[in-house]
């Protein structure tokens, strides 16, 4: 079906950037954003250019995911330059307001401040565009998913139920706007006992494969819940790039792969 409001017109390339994916997820806290970043320097280890914008205006936590901080540069007073770590090219709003203070916007404005920083960013020339999605299926995601040429989308999910039947709802919506939907990752997946290794499947564990079956779109990987994912991305040191040679940064670069 076609996007409400002729929405394909407006879908303007963005000068120099390839690919623009969008990481999703019916509801908050289920470590979409964990997810996004992590996936950014998987691609990146891959090899690619690679940047990464949230586009979480009302929670953005990208920057402290990303150990960025300080306001980005805008030499010309028109256009703002990324920030940069870790190889990524990086911008967020949260670059722009300190970290207090609420994001009390109305629609129109949250389409605005997203569309400059999709557009009035020099991004470069890069491979790949990772866009930290807002959760959930309201004005903010239906804008990003109308407004932003998005070459797919990738949606977040925990085995629950309640996450995945939110997850479906993401996933009708890219269909629904004609974004193609790339797969569905499960964020823990399961618990593994730091200290005697046991694993337990604390949500249920499989269900996001199984859905991804049932929906007809990839799964395209597990990342258990590991405190050490917690740790590493609450202080700007994402595992991908904290521990490279150990089993979570190899699979997200494996997922990153399959993007
Ligand atoms: P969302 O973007 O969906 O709201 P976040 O990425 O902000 O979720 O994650 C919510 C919290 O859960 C964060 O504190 C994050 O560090 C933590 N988290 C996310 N994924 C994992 C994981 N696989 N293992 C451990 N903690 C995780």
């Not at 470069?124 to 999605?133: C, Q």
């Not at 299926?137 to 925990?158: E, K």
Request: glycine share 12%.
């Amino acid at each position: 079906p076609a996007a409400p409001g002729g929405a394909q017109s407006r879908k303007l390339p963005v000068t120099g950037v390839g690919a623009i994916i969008a990481v999703a997820s019916g509801k908050g806290g289920v470590g979409k954003s964990t997810t996004a970043v992590n996936l950014a320097l998987g691609l990146s280890a891959n090899g690619l250019k690679v940047g990464l914008l949230d586009a979480d205006i009302y929670g953005p936590s990208v920057p402290r995911m990303t150990g960025i901080t300080g306001k980005p540069a805008s030499p010309d007073g028109k256009t703002m330059d990324p920030k940069e770590n870790f190889g990524l090219k990086v911008m967020s709003i949260g670059f722009l307001i300190d970290e207090e203070t609420p994001m009390i916007w109305r629609g129109p404005m949250v389409q605005s401040a997203l569309s400059q920083m999709l557009r009035d960013v020099n991004w470069g020339t890069l491979d790949v565009l990772v866009v930290d999605m807002p959760p959930g299926t309201g004005d903010a995601q239906l804008t990003m998913a109308q407004q932003v040429p998005l070459a797919g989308a990738v949606i977040v999910s925990t085995p629950q139920d309640i996450a995945l039947l939110d997850a479906r709802k993401g996933l009708n919506m890219f269909r629904k706007v004609d974004v193609p939907v790339l797969g569905i990752i499960e964020n823990m997946s399961y618990f593994c006992c730091p200290n005697c290794g046991h694993r337990s499947d604390i949500f249920g564990h499989g269900g996001a494969r199984a859905e991804a079956e049932r929906l007809g779109c990839d799964f395209l990987g597990e990342i258990p819940l590991d405190i050490a994912i917690r740790e590493t991305s609450d202080t700007g040191h994402p595992i991908v790039v904290s521990a490279p040679d150990g089993a979570h940064a190899e699979a997200y670069r494996a997922i990153a792969a399959r993007v």
